[in-house]
């Protein structure tokens, strides 16, 4: 009877065990063996995103990513040019579909948890060509150069085969972070590739258009040197009459921009040290005492990361269903404006449709300006109307706050960070509550008083804060999303290496943080 009752992902264990992955430590790593593993991703990952593409013509590529590009730690064009789009795409729907009891699936007994673990490195695989064989055959060009001498097919092969090994070598890199190093590699590959937008996205003195040469109508791309270039050049008269308003307001990366990146950064780091810290005692030690924290971002920005994962596939398929030759003609869904258009000139940025609805707003430009002055400002979003900017932005919001709290919800009960699991985990150390029973029972009680609805809370405040970040705006297009997920995946990195310092310097802790 028990073999019946379970899942059918068991008959999938021979093949996913045979699937190259990175195998678990047998016992502790010591905590410089971890940061030298960190650091090492870190190079390799920047060094991947400089590989380019070979055989591929740069001149008609089209980025379908592109809203999401510092989101999904990405690079166009090269082996990184998938990002961690298919491992995180693979994790939503794995947790969608156990969350839902579609996969009956266990997540507190290792059996279960392995096949789990196991079956998304197969879905990881079945994502990379999902997400790249219709970029290659209908946005990946190759060059003329390499059709001539293999011809089309092979051409486009060879390019669909270099996105599948810089894909897998990204889930093999987030492993060793994930088993050897700190952290989690998707959230340091996040935020590598956002600190790197917003450093060139501040500082880049190179023009907009590289093709020609600097001048008032093609400034310099940076804030600060577009900032002193318009300065320098302008007369008294010319910054009133429309200077201020390119400094401040006018793409690309104008002052308000940086201003607002900032702020969001300053705010979340206020929002990430808010906590309730339950008292615990320990039974047999008296007098030693503890506090357990759960933190406001108790889900972390988990949430937020899968969210965005999941628009930007909405994006792409819209973009492919709107413009690809073969599924436009799919009945119902191709070639359907309601679901997304798109003109030569927006590239892979929608302009109607459900897709513009929740497609990542891109500053105070995409909504605002036009809302205050529709004759003025009407063509940067494609002559849509103000009720349709103002249900655009609550629209985006609830997207985001309702996706995220559906999602934190998911990660806590399939990341052992419920009531049941974490009265475990502090029972298991020896701890209580000062005034209650040492019992698991009594202790999932008391945290189910705040887990489940912190947890609400958590999804609903990572949500609206990416949601009003994109809003807002920032600099090197990193996107409010992105640069709140930085932010918190730093301080999560530090909180995460005073852990493993403490349990370097105490040994019996590595058991309540879960250590080996």
Same mark, same amino acid.
């Given at each position: 009877?028990?073999?019946?009752?379970?899942?059918?992902?068991?008959?999938?264990?021979?093949?996913?065990?045979?699937?190259?992955?990175?195998?678990?430590?047998?016992?502790?790593?010591?905590?410089?063996?971890?940061?030298?593993?960190?650091?090492?991703?870190?190079?390799?990952?920047?060094?991947?995103?400089?590989?380019?593409?070979?055989?591929?013509?740069?001149?008609?590529? @089209?980025?379908?990513?592109?809203?999401?590009?510092?989101?999904?730690? #990405?690079?166009?064009?090269?082996?990184?040019?998938?990002?961690?789009?298919?491992?995180?795409?693979?994790? @939503?729907?794995?947790? /969608?579909?156990?969350?839902?009891?579609? @996969?009956?699936?266990?997540?507190?007994? !290792?059996?279960?948890? %392995?096949?789990?673990?196991?079956?998304?490195?197969?879905?990881?695989?079945?994502?990379?060509?999902?997400?790249?064989?219709?970029?290659?055959?209908?946005?990946?060009?190759?060059?003329?150069?390499?059709?001539?001498?293999? #011809?089309?097919d092979l051409a486009r092969l060879i390019i669909i085969l270099q996105l599948f090994i810089? !894909?897998?070598?990204?889930?093999?890199?987030?492993?060793?972070?994930?088993k050897w190093g700190i952290g989690s590699g998707i959230s340091l590959f996040i935020a590598?590739?956002?600190?790197?937008?917003?450093?060139?996205?501040?500082?880049?003195?190179?023009?907009?258009d590289l093709t020609k040469a600097i001048s008032l109508s093609n400034p310099p791309a940076?804030?600060?040197?577009?900032?002193?270039?318009?300065?320098?050049?302008?007369?008294?008269?010319?910054?009133?009459?429309?200077?201020?308003?390119?400094?401040?307001?006018?793409?690309?990366?104008?002052?308000?921009?940086? @201003?607002?990146?900032?702020? &969001?950064?300053?705010?979340?780091?206020?929002?990430?040290?808010? +906590?309730?810290?339950?008292?615990?005692?320990?039974?047999?030690?008296?007098?030693?005492?503890?506090?357990?924290?759960?933190?406001?971002?108790?889900?972390?920005?988990?949430?937020?990361?899968?969210?965005?994962?999941?628009?930007?596939?909405?994006?792409?398929?819209?973009?492919?269903?709107?413009?690809?030759?073969?599924?436009?003609?799919?009945?119902?869904?191709?070639?359907?404006?309601?679901?997304?258009?798109?003109?030569?000139?927006?590239?892979?940025?929608?302009?109607?449709?459900?897709?513009?609805?929740?497609?990542?707003? +891109?500053?105070?430009?995409?909504?605002?300006?036009?809302?205050?002055?529709?004759?003025?400002?009407?063509?940067?979003?494609?002559?849509?109307?103000?009720?349709?900017?103002?249900?655009?932005?609550?629209?985006? /919001?609830?997207?985001?706050?309702? #996706? !995220?709290?559906?999602? %934190?919800?998911?990660?806590? $009960?399939?990341?052992?960070?419920?009531?049941? %699991?974490? %009265?475990?985990?502090?029972?298991?150390?020896?701890?209580?509550?000062?005034?209650?029973?040492?019992?698991? +029972?009594?202790?999932?009680?008391?945290?189910?008083?705040? &887990?489940?609805?912190?947890?609400?809370?958590?999804?609903?405040?990572?949500?609206?804060?990416?949601?009003?970040?994109?809003?807002?705006?920032?600099?090197?297009?990193? $996107?409010?999303?992105?640069?709140?997920?930085?932010?918190? &995946?730093?301080?999560?990195?530090?909180?995460?290496?005073? +852990?493993?310092?403490?349990?370097?310097?105490?040994?019996?802790?590595?058991?309540?943080?879960?250590?080996?």
């Amino acid at each position: 009877m028990a073999e019946e009752k379970k899942s059918l992902l068991y008959r999938l264990k021979p093949l996913t065990d045979r699937i190259p992955a990175v195998s678990k430590p047998e016992g502790h790593v010591h905590f410089r063996t971890k940061m030298l593993w960190v650091i090492v991703i870190l190079v390799f990952y920047f060094v991947m995103t400089n590989v380019f593409i070979y055989g591929l013509d740069k001149s008609r590529t @089209i980025d379908i990513f592109a809203s999401y590009r510092a989101i999904l730690a #990405g690079a166009q064009g090269s082996l990184m040019h998938l990002g961690i789009g298919p491992i995180v795409t693979a994790s @939503i729907i794995m947790q /969608l579909f156990v969350g839902a009891k579609i @996969i009956k699936l266990d997540l507190s007994n !290792s059996d279960d948890k %392995a096949v789990y673990q196991s079956s998304q490195k197969f879905l990881v695989i079945v994502m990379i060509l999902v997400e790249a064989v219709p970029q290659v055959f209908g946005y990946l060009v190759p060059s003329t150069g390499l059709v001539g001498n293999v #011809g089309l097919d092979l051409a486009r092969l060879i390019i669909i085969l270099q996105l599948f090994i810089g !894909s897998y070598i990204v889930f093999l890199m987030d492993e060793v972070v994930s088993k050897w190093g700190i952290g989690s590699g998707i959230s340091l590959f996040i935020a590598a590739g956002v600190a790197q937008a917003i450093f060139t996205g501040t500082l880049n003195w190179q023009p907009s258009d590289l093709t020609k040469a600097i001048s008032l109508s093609n400034p310099p791309a940076g804030t600060i040197p577009k900032t002193l270039y318009i300065i320098s050049q302008t007369s008294a008269q010319g910054m009133t009459t429309g200077g201020y308003e390119q400094i401040l307001l006018q793409n690309p990366n104008p002052v308000i921009a940086l @201003i607002g990146t900032i702020a &969001i950064f300053m705010f979340v780091a206020y929002v990430e040290s808010v +906590r309730i810290e339950l008292p615990l005692s320990h039974g047999d030690a008296r007098g030693a005492r503890g506090r357990y924290p759960i933190k406001l971002i108790y889900a972390s920005n988990i949430p937020v990361i899968l969210m965005a994962a999941l628009l930007a596939n909405v994006s792409m398929f819209a973009l492919l269903l709107y413009t690809n030759g073969a599924l436009k003609g799919l009945p119902l869904v191709g070639g359907q404006w309601w679901l997304g258009t798109y003109t030569s000139t927006s590239g892979s940025y929608p302009t109607a449709g459900l897709a513009w609805y929740l497609a990542t707003p +891109r500053g105070l430009g995409d909504w605002l300006l036009p809302i205050l002055s529709p004759d003025r400002y009407g063509t940067l979003v494609y002559g849509h109307d103000q009720l349709q900017l103002i249900i655009r932005v609550f629209l985006y /919001l609830g997207v985001m706050i309702g #996706g !995220s709290i559906l999602f %934190a919800k998911f990660w806590i $009960s399939t990341t052992n960070m419920g009531p049941e %699991a974490v %009265a475990k985990q502090i029972e298991s150390s020896g701890l209580q509550i000062p005034g209650f029973r040492r019992d698991p +029972r009594v202790l999932k009680r008391v945290l189910e008083r705040y &887990i489940p609805v912190v947890t609400v809370i958590s999804g609903a405040t990572v949500g609206a804060l990416a949601a009003g970040a994109d809003l807002i705006g920032t600099v090197g297009n990193a $996107s409010g999303t992105g640069v709140l997920l930085s932010v918190g &995946i730093m301080i999560q990195f530090y909180e995460a290496i005073s +852990r493993e310092q403490m349990m370097e310097m105490h040994p019996v802790l590595r058991q309540f943080f879960g250590g080996e």
